[in-house]
């Protein structure tokens, strides 16, 4: 049976490192606060937003939620993203997508002070994860599936990766962050040419084309870590893109959903913010 990759522990020990560093900007006359943004009534997104707020709470930062009707127009969006990127009690800001087809959400993620992006969504970020250098955040999401390999002691250098899928919120910026680790990457999607041999030949998988249930024994060989990121609703209920009870008699580590990569991202932006805060500070 595999051993479970919980994301609890892992945020918890994000959060408590936290704490002291939040009570330094404090006394320094400055609280962390996060914007975010949401457009209509999603409930993916109410329930980030809800698990973020619990989390800036715990440490002592603050969140300010503007909550706009679906039907807010592009001009309006941009107006208020404006309003943040001047304030200066604001030191980061989450933008909770995907947005109503009726905006263009490229426009809006560039449209977002690179200073205050702490989810890695404008340019200026994507390129410095895509380039090594430069300023910025990667993505939260990504960067948590790193968070949670480090904190089990899963050593990346030398070893052999296959991430499913190629969006810009995970797949592609995880594959950077991999290897910049020394991992050997192989970039997959639900259209490469036998996917199942492709994952069976990697030496840890990661599961994040948002499509539930896509990774079965078929995909599986003993001795892999096998990381899933989906997060799909399925008749009421929560699942990932692996069938998890198809991966566990098989696979030597497996993160579960809910409660894996999940719990983790919400601590990785906050964590995000406290750096962003630390950087206004200092100038």
């Known amino acids: 049976m ?17 704490i002291p560093r939040v009570e330094r900007l404090k006394s320094a006359g400055v609280t962390p ?15 980030y937003q809800h698990s973020a707020q619990r989390v800036l709470k715990r440490i002592g930062a603050e969140a300010e939620c503007f909550a706009l009707p679906d039907s807010t127009s592009q001009a309006e969006l941009l107006a208020l993203v404006e309003e943040i990127n001047r304030r200066g009690d604001i030191q980061g800001c989450m933008i909770l997508r995907p947005l109503p087809s009726s905006i263009d959400e490229q426009a809006v993620c560039a449209a977002l002070a690179p200073e205050k992006d702490v989810d890695g969504i404008t340019p200026t970020a994507l390129g410095a994860v895509f380039t090594g250098a430069g300023s910025g955040y990667p993505p939260c999401t990504a ?3 790193i968070a949670l390999l480090d904190h089990y002691g899963i ?20 594959s950077m962050l991999l290897q910049a680790r020394d991992a050997t990457v192989t970039l997959c999607h639900s259209r490469s040419r036998d996917l199942p041999g492709l994952c069976q030949a990697a030496d840890i998988l990661i599961a994040a084309a948002g499509s539930a249930g896509l990774i079965g024994r078929e995909h599986l060989s003993p001795g892999q870590t096998v990381i899933d990121v989906g997060i799909n609703a399925v008749r009421g209920r929560i699942c990932g893109d692996v069938r998890f009870d198809e991966a566990e008699p098989i696979v030597r580590r497996l993160s579960p959903v809910p409660g894996g990569v999940g719990a983790v991202t919400t601590a990785v932006l906050a964590k995000h913010l406290i750096d962003a805060a630390e950087k206004a500070l200092s100038g």
């Not at 606060?33 to 329930?47: T, Y």
């Open 155 to 174: 050593d990346l250098a030398g070893e052999h990766v296959a991430v499913i899928g190629r969006s810009l919120v995970v797949g592609r910026p995880l």
């Open 33 to 47: 606060r996060l914007a975010m943004i949401r457009l209509g009534e999603v409930g993916s997104q109410l329930a």
């Open 143 to 145: 960067q948590a599936c």
């Open 2 to 18: 595999a051993e479970i990759l919980t994301g609890a522990p892992v945020a918890e020990a994000i959060i408590q490192s936290l």
